[in-house]
């Protein structure tokens, strides 16, 4: 066979061959419907600051998510969630605890997914990681999975199960992934 003809012949089975994978992988995976990534970030606020003493406090979380990109909605470049919970009785070792939660999501296309999941919080290093894993459960990419990180600074809560110190507030940066289910 002659060089160039061995050559052709590698890239049409390759291309062949690129052209399955691309076409089943997505199907078998399902499809990315919406990514956002940093600086999409989330402050939440603690009135009073949370100590290792549970006592009642007021959380104000402010999410906001941008840039997004969409495949399904070119138009979703960003979106929000804000939520202001009164808890009868809260310290920061509540903070490290895995726990239910729904919230929805208000796109700039005037859209809304509602999400409900659970969160998984470790730590690593000098870090707090808040891994939130569900599904839209109502409105825009209904039925698809979501997974959710929240990565901040771990000191003030660290300090604080130690009995070192309070936690008025934490910012952290947010990586959002809403998957269709195949």
Known sequence: MR?????ASLVTVTTIALGLVATTTPAMAGALD???????????TFSPPLT??????TVTASTQYGPCTSATVPGLTSGA???TIPYPSVSCLDLLNSA?????????TGQQSTI???????TVGAGLVVTITGSVTAGLFAGDSVVQTITG???AVTLCTLGLGSVSSIFALVTL???SVP
């Open 52 to 57: 290792l003493t549970p006592g009642p406090a």
């Open 3 to 7: 060089p160039r003809t061995a050559l």
């Open 153 to 155: 600074p771990s000191i």
């Open 81 to 83: 969630r804000n939520a």
């Open 177 to 179: 992934a809403i998957t």
């Open 100 to 108: 239910p939660l729904s919230f929805t999501i208000t796109w700039n």
């Open 116 to 122: 409900s999941g659970s969160t998984t919080v470790t």
């Open 34 to 44: 919406v990514t956002c990534l940093p600086p999409s970030s989330q402050t939440a």
